[in-house]
């Protein structure tokens, strides 16, 4: 599930959730998570699993840069799997 669906699902701000955080997190830097111009690190995502129950993956977490993008990464991991 993705961060913006998860606080309209939940009817929480972007300040209410970053509050969730241990340290807290500020409401820009969950707006930037959820308009991808910046990065979840791995523990925030780790931590946004746990505080939601495990509604958000860190998988969900991850922003791809366009569909050519997704679409190679899709392709190379197939090919790993092909491959071992």
Known sequence: ???RDY???HRLTQAAFGRR??????QGKV???INGTRR?????????ERVTGGEI???DLVQVGS???AHQAAQDQ???VEGA
């Open 31 to 33: 707006n930037h998570w």
């Open 40 to 48: 979840v690190s791995l523990a925030e995502a780790l931590q946004i």
């Open 78 to 80: 197939s090919t790993a």
């Open 7 to 9: 606080l309209q699902r």
């Open 1 to 3: 599930m993705q961060l």
């Open 21 to 26: 955080l241990s340290p807290p997190v500020s």
């Open 67 to 69: 569909t050519t993008e």
């Open 57 to 59: 993956r860190p998988c």
